[in-house]
C-alpha cells in the first residue's frame, strides 16, 4: 500500500514469535526493512487492552521502544527509493482506491502520517496515527 502511494515503508513486527518461515520470506520477496520487533509477551498485550502505555507500565521496555522509535524517525527523514511492486489484478475497491491516489488527494499540510496494519488478532487493526511534526522532531 505504502509503495502503490510513493512511499517507501519500513516495518516492525509486533508479537514478534516466528514460528514458521513465512514473515521472514515475505519481507524478503518484498525487499522489506525490518526496523524492529516487539516481543510476542502476555504482559504487553495486557496494558494494551486497558489502553495504558507498555513503556509506563513495564520499564524492562522502554529501551526497546525507544530504539524502534529512534530508528523509524531516521528512516522517515531519509530520500528512499520506492522499490518497484508486481501489478496484480485489482478488484472494485482496490481499482477506486487506485483512482483516488491518481487524483492528488491533498495531504495535510506538516503532517505525517504512520500507518500500523496488522495481520492478524492484536490491537494493531489498520489504524492511522497522525504524528505532529513536533514529535517527530521537526
Known sequence: MSREVGQEPVVV?????????????YLKR???EVVGEIPDDRKIAEVCSKGDIVMEKLPQYKDLFEEIAKKILRESKKKRAVKKIKKKKTNKVESEIEKAVQ???????????????SGKGGW???????????WLGE
Open 13 to 25: 513486527v509486533n508479537r514478534a514469535e516466528y514460528r514458521n518461515d513465512d514473515l521472514k520470506e
Open 30 to 32: 518484498e525487499k522489506l
Open 103 to 117: 487524483s492528488g488527494i491533498p495531504a495535510a499540510e506538516g503532517l505525517k502520517e504512520l500507518v500500523v496494519i
Open 124 to 134: 494493531a487493526k489498520p489504524h492511522s496515527f497522525l504524528l505532529s511534526p513536533l
